[in-house]
């Protein structure tokens, strides 16, 4: 069996991936991406701990699925909103939004 | 070196050199369509990762939730709102730079933790090692339902029920942020 080690070092790696995106990255979509990649780093850990450390029960498996349907609903209230945004600014950079209301 | 090259180690290799590449493609390319499909292709790695772990109903769920559901959204909302084609944005070098080295040094923080730190639980005492090894009861939707609809312990009805108010304020919270539009417009 894989040792927990080498997930956790995975999840690490993909966790800051997520990190360098969401700092590097201007643009709204792109951030979101970044964003999701972070999310399933977390829920790598979950899993793998919960599989190996209690395999008889599922707290880190329902934690990951919650986690995932969250995902989900941020993901589409966000992507509401930059269409929003690219409707009022013309573009979807983060450099577009100066105003919250006009 | 030989006892290292089983069928699960190789998979396991390659799901995560997989996950990562793609990874790392996915932040760093320009064009944003691209930056979408790699992302597919690394979610698509995490499920086999799940699958691999033996939790066939979570891979199912990525597959369909993340990589059926969640990129799908991504590209209309590319194809709605970016210009093809087009480069997405011209990001300065320092700020990349600066991106790097956040990211660099959380890398080296947390590994360095990981691996220095003198664990009392992180490691496995035989038995547990073993118990993981051997254990081939496969998480079965019975176990899944059971655990999302009860109400003792280890069982997570409240959670459910709070999930199902999120998706509703999610759909109301989009159809009133496009509605509103809509009457600005007039």
Redesign the interface.
Known sequence: ??P???????S??????????F?????L??M???I??VL?AV??NF??FN???F?????G??Y???V??????E???A??????V??KMGN??VDSIKELKN | MMEYLTA??II?ALL?AV??IC??L???TNK?LR??IY?FF??IG?AG??LQ???EF?AA??LS??AG??VI??V???F???RIGEN??E?SLS??A???L???A??AL??ST??MYEYTTFH?TPE??M???T?T?T?NMD??GK??LGTGK?Q?LL?FEA?GI??LA?II??LV??KK?KEDNK
């Open positions: 069996m894989i927990v080690e080498f997930y956790v070092v995975l690490t790696l993909l966790f800051f991936i997520g990190v360098y995106g700092i590097a990255r201007k643009n979509i792109g979101l991406m970044a999701e990649l399933n829920n790598i899993v793998a599989r190996y450390l395999p008889g029960q599922l707290e498996y329902l990951s699925l919650f995932i349907v969250v995902a989900a609903a993901t589409a209230v992507i509401a909103i930059i269409i929003n690219y409707r979807e950079t | 699960n180690n396991f995560s996950i990562l990874a790392l996915s932040v760093t944003l930056a979408a992302l690394a979610l995490i990762l799940y772990l033996s939790y979570l769920v990525e939730v993340y559901g969640i959204l991504f209309f909302a590319i709605l709102v970016h997405s944005e990001v700020k990349k600066i991106a790097g956040a990211a660099a959380g890398v947390c590994l990981l691996f496995l547990a090692q118990n993981a090894e254990f009861q998480i176990m899944i655990a999302l280890h997570y959670p999930t999120l998706l999610c919270g989009s942020i496009a539009e």
